[in-house]
């Protein structure tokens, strides 16, 4: 995701800035700029792309001075340009701001501001920042600074700088990552610690609702009400390449870890108590949503398991009947596709060939189009009528851990706009389903508390050479995605059956000791899913349940138990997936595997 820097000192500030955004690349980023105060004046250089078109353009056009910040945007709001880059600046460009995070209220404030007179030239929430401190300064940058933040909803690591007190940089976090860099006569602001490691091992961690205020030889935190704060100074001890995944061993298990975040992200100014769902870059209206009679959801791999979800929640919300497919079988089989098709495209990258193929066979046959992906400007992106971005940021890990628990928030937050656009569900069961998804993060949170026992049973279970994994309903969409997760990055064969077909032929290979995963937190079907376990149990089975709290007959039917909090059923794909995720990373790190890099697999799958 975005990452910031700042630097005040006596040294150009362009190049330090330059170097601590390279440190940064590791967070993915589709444009880059930065903002440096010289003479009474901020001059901005920005680029859409690399790293190196900035310095390209920093050496054609260099800008001078001791005080800057920097950023690079990897896009949320608005696509990657010039114009939607960071720094964004006031109107007469005194104030130049860098900006991480979600600005949930950006409308909003949009609005407001426009009402008091100011323009806007980007499409991002970002821009609303300059121009309120702008509103508010009155000589002095940390209180128009702190009296910006009290009206922004939402995540944000900000860095400010303004013409007026040249010598100064404000910066501020909540809910996003910011550090400060401590050195004699310079001081630094970064996202993360490997962006200032060349300067300085001596860094503040800052906490949510901290401002700091530095100069080249003075730093001052803040709390949120004007208070000055005594910090301790960090000692980073680690080396750049450990930070950069976030202290995790591998970008894999970072992602994981990042998913309540992520999940809350995706949600965010789209699904909100008492309020109508936001969507505003999907403009389908209720008379086009009543001529819709069928829905394909086309994508591959991990988003093609998303769409089997998807499938499940559009029809028992909106009741409109949805065929999943994977991409490439679908344009090969003459699909009915007319003006009344709503396509749903699924893809993290929006560069999959296949999915794009699919997308462009749908619009050729006038189908409506929405892709869900993750990558703003990306070609499905541009291809489709509609959108709707998850907001999972980079994904880096080949395995797709936090890009399917968005793609599945993506699918029950389409299937809420479309019942209530058909009036199938009442407004109180879509409250009650808001409810039940805006508790999700921290459903997650708790899944991610199993590390220990399920590191245990891939201890013990690393050598076998084949897999079941179980479910019935939502369950066996989460059983296909946990059981493609083993497959790509443990390399042990593994299938998913949904329960009830199993003695229809694969209950043949179920010997003495075979493992198999049941997935029972669908409670309509816990009992029917206990009696198939039965089966396999009886058949010398070693299985293991994920099942919700509560439902701890299931003891006595299993070898082994994983509870997950309580969920709504409709949801509980969310939080299921998550120890499946942690059981394909544990089983690939006991057999040594290159988790973040499978053999024989691309992240982009770009050829057909
Ligand atoms: C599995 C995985 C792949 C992708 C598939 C589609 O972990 O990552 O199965 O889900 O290649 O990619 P996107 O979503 O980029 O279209």
Same mark, same amino acid.
């Given at each position: ?106 409308? $909003?404030?949009? &609005?407001?501001?426009?009402?008091? +007179?100011?323009?806007? #030239?980007? %499409?991002? @929430?970002?821009? /609303? ?20 933040? $009290?009206?922004? &909803?939402?995540?944000?690591?900000? +860095?400010?700088?303004? #013409?007026? %007190?040249? @010598?100064?940089? /404000? ?35 800052? %906490?949510?609702?901290?401002? /700091? ?396």
């Amino acid at each position: 995701m975005c990452g910031i820097v700042g630097y005040t000192g006596k040294r150009e500030a362009s190049g330090i800035l330059v170097e601590g955004l390279a440190k940064l690349e590791y967070r993915g980023y589709d444009s880059a700029g930065i903002a440096v105060i010289d003479n009474n004046k901020i001059n901005v250089s920005k680029v859409k792309g690399r790293l190196a078109n900035l310095e390209a353009q920093l050496s054609e056009s260099p800008i001078q001075g001791v005080v800057g910040i920097g950023h690079t945007r990897w896009a949320t709001h608005g696509a990657p340009s010039v114009t939607n880059s960071h720094p964004h600046t006031n109107e007469n460009g005194t104030i130049a701001v860098v900006h991480n995070g979600i600005i949930e209220n950006y409308l $909003e404030l949009r &609005e407001w501001l426009k009402e008091k +007179g100011y323009n806007f #030239v980007s %499409e991002t @929430d970002t821009e /609303v920042v300059p121009h309120l401190v702008d509103y508010f300064y009155n000589g002095n940058l940390l209180e128009a600074a702190m009296k910006a933040v $009290e009206k922004l &909803e939402g995540s944000y690591a900000l +860095g400010i700088v303004n #013409v007026n %007190e040249p @010598d100064k940089i /404000v910066a501020v976090r909540k809910d996003s990552p910011l550090i400060v860099g401590l050195k004699d006569g310079e001081n630094f602001i970064a996202s993360d610690i490997p962006a200032v490691l060349n300067e300085t091992r001596q860094v503040y961690l800052l %906490e949510d609702n901290q401002f /700091v205020v530095l100069t080249a030889s003075s730093v001052d935190i803040y709390s949120a009400d004007g208070q000055k704060i005594e910090k301790e100074v960090y000692h980073v001890t680690w080396n750049a390449d450990a930070a950069e995944k976030g202290g995790y061993d591998h970008f894999m298990l970072k992602e994981i870890h990042e998913q309540p975040k992520v999940i809350k992200d995706t949600m965010t100014s789209r699904i909100m108590l008492g309020e109508e769902i936001k969507l505003d870059k999907i403009t389908l209206t209720k008379e086009q949503i009543d001529n819709i009679d069928k829905v394909y959801i086309v994508a591959c791999g991990t988003a093609y398991h998303a769409g089997i979800v998807g499938k499940y929640v559009i029809e028992k919300l909106a009741r409109i009947p949805v065929e999943v497919d994977i991409a490439s079988e679908f344009r090969y089989r003459d699909p009915i596709i007319n003006e009344k098709t709503l396509m749903i495209v699924v893809s993290q990258s929006g560069e999959t060939a296949d999915t794009l193929a699919a997308l462009r066979l749908g619009k050729s046959k006038n189908a409506r189009v929405i892709a869900v992906t993750n990558v703003v400007g990306s070609t499905v992106s541009r291809e489709a009528d509609d959108i709707l971005y998850t907001w999972a940021g980079p994904e880096i890990a080949v395995a797709s851990t936090k890009a399917y628990t968005t793609q599945l928030i993506a699918m029950y937050i389409i299937a809420l706009f479309l019942a209530k656009n058909k009036e199938t569900v009442s407004d109180s069961q879509i409250e009650e389903i808001k409810e039940a998804m805006i508790g999700l993060p921290s459903l997650v949170e708790d899944a991610l508390n199993h590390k220990d026992n399920i590191k245990k049973f891939a201890k013990e279970f690393a050598k076998e050479t084949d897999m079941f994994f179980l479910g019935r309903g939502l369950d066996y969409a989460v059983a296909m995605e946990g059981s493609l997760k083993l497959k790509e990055i443990s390399y042990i064969h593994s299938e998913a059956y949904a329960a009830g077909e199993l003695k229809h032929g694969p209950i043949a290979l179920i010997e003495d000791g075979t493992v198999v995963i049941a997935l029972a937190t669908q409670e309509d079907l816990f009992d029917k899913m206990v009696s198939n376990i039965k089966e396999v149990k009886t058949r010398g089975a070693h299985v293991a349940a994920l099942a919700l709290e509560g439902n701890q007959t299931i003891e006595k039917t299993v070898d082994a138990v994983l509870y997950l909090p309580k969920v709504m059923p409709l949801l509980a794909p969310v939080v299921s997936v998550v120890p499946l995720q942690l059981l394909s990373y544990y089983m690939s790190i006991e057999k040594g595997c290159d988790v973040d890099k499978p053999r024989n697999l691309a992240k982009s799958v770009t050829v057909e």
